[in-house]
């Protein structure tokens, strides 16, 4: 039986570790998706092949359907993610992990299959990329899926950022219709939300953030209160 690839040999010690931890495994993006709640949190795996020469990175989400089924209902536009990135966009520190030998690096593709794959891409770069992704997610992942775990914690989250607080908020023109329709089902008061919006509409030049802002507002004051909520 020939022996798994580096990837692979990854992921057979990864998804048992990471099914332990709540997670089922989609091999489709190799990604890990668990629920908190109303929240879905989405941790992926990617593996960088180029040149024969395996790495292993990620990234990290935290979605809220039911916020993105209401988002539809009144906009037409959806929310898919609301917090999350890539590790080199999040500040994951080191972003990825080789799992080759650096010392075959400068190989050419022909020299490089001369060599047997097991130096390559050695066992123990394989247990050290599991170990990088497993305290990878520990020490970033798991702090963000714990604190976004409610619709109350996600408001305050991007309140938070809107005050220049919150490093993994998306990006404004998305928090700020979404931080509305979340004070709308929680009854929460706009106005703080709406002063941000104002403040920010001449620096996001490439999208009408007032525009958006008042088309938002219609829909929510024509909604009826069952069409806001999100239970």
């Not at 939300?193 to 403040?199: C, E, G, P, V």
């Amino acid at each position: 039986m020939a022996k798994a690839g580096p990837s692979q040999a990854v992921l057979d010690q990864l998804v048992p570790i990471m099914v332990e931890k709540g997670y089922k495994y989609r091999k489709k993006n190799h990604s890990f998706l668990r629920h908190a709640g109303p929240a879905s949190q989405d941790f992926m795996v990617d593996f960088d092949g180029r040149g024969g020469f395996v790495s292993v990175s990620g990234s990290y989400w935290v979605r809220f359907d039911k916020l993105d089924a209401l988002s539809k209902k009144l906009t037409g536009t959806g929310i898919a993610d609301v917090a999350g990135g890539g590790f080199a966009q999040t500040g994951v520190v080191p972003r990825k992990y080789d799992i080759y030998d650096s010392a075959y690096a400068s190989l050419t593709p022909k020299q490089k299959g001369a060599v047997d794959p097991a130096l390559v891409h050695p066992q123990e770069r394989v247990d050290a990329a599991v170990r990088f992704i497993v305290d990878t997610h520990e020490r970033y992942v798991v702090p963000l899926f714990e604190r976004l775990n409610s619709y109350r914690a996600l408001a305050d989250f991007l309140l938070e950022g809107f005050r220049g607080g919150a490093v993994l908020m998306p990006h404004v023109p998305h928090a700020i219709p979404m931080a509305l329709l979340l004070a709308a089902a929680l009854g929460d008061d706009p106005s703080e939300i709406l002063s941000y919006a104002d403040k920010c509409a001449p620096i996001y030049t490439g999208r009408d953030i007032r525009a958006s802002v008042s088309a938002l507002q219609n829909a929510i004051s024509q909604a009826r209160p069952e069409d806001l909520l999100l239970q």
